[in-house]
């Protein structure tokens, strides 16, 4: 079951699964296929990326942003990310993808993905950031905006030493991908 599989079902599960709202988390189960894994029989690393895009888009679907995006012309758009495997996803397993949005600063939004194995231990981690861009006005929105549009009324907490460190060397790889380093 491809990307596509995978997305249609978790949109027509979504309302059944309730809105999204800031500091819920998104779960969605899947299970490791033969199309899904590498020579040496688990998942995949690019695999774990495409999962993780399907948690975030459940996140933008249920908290009402693929609507916003919509009505405003914005596009959500990943920043970058960093993974971690701890434990392999072998085939034919089940896990789960939960999916959190972390906290904010100004335009950039961090995501946390972690992916359970079905005895609670966490296989991988990935972390990452993103902000939501209008082309109308060419710029990234400040995430206060698009909070506030939302309906949410909810501030952000304070970055942890880890985000932090990940947003720091996010931003130095950047500046070095640009060739401003």
């Not at 599960?13 to 779960?27: I, K, L, P, Q, V």
């Not at 998942?43 to 990326?49: D, E, I, K, Q, V």
Request: hydrophobic letters at 45%; one cysteine or more; aromatic letters at 8%.
């Amino acid at each position: 079951m491809y990307v596509w599989a995978r997305l249609a079902r978790m949109m027509l599960t979504a309302r059944s699964r309730g809105r999204y709202r800031m500091g819920d988390e998104s779960r969605l189960t899947f299970r490791c296929l033969p199309t899904d894994i590498d020579s040496n029989g688990h998942l995949n690393n690019a695999r774990y990326m495409m999962l993780a895009d399907v948690g975030r888009i459940d996140i933008f679907a249920r908290a009402g942003l693929i609507g916003l995006a919509r009505k405003h012309g914005w596009a959500p758009m990943m920043g970058g990310l960093q993974a971690v495997y701890v434990r392999e996803i072998k085939l034919w397993k089940r896990f789960d993808v939960v999916s959190t949005v972390e906290t904010w600063e100004d335009t950039q939004v961090i995501g946390r993905h972690r992916f359970v194995l079905e005895d609670g231990r966490t296989a991988a981690l990935v972390m990452t950031t993103a902000g939501v861009y209008d082309f109308r006005n060419r710029a990234f929105v400040p995430i206060d905006a698009i909070v506030a549009e939302l309906g949410v009324e909810l501030k952000p907490r304070a970055p942890s030493e880890e985000e932090r460190i990940f947003m720091a060397s996010h931003a130095g790889l950047r500046k070095l991908a640009k060739g401003t380093v």
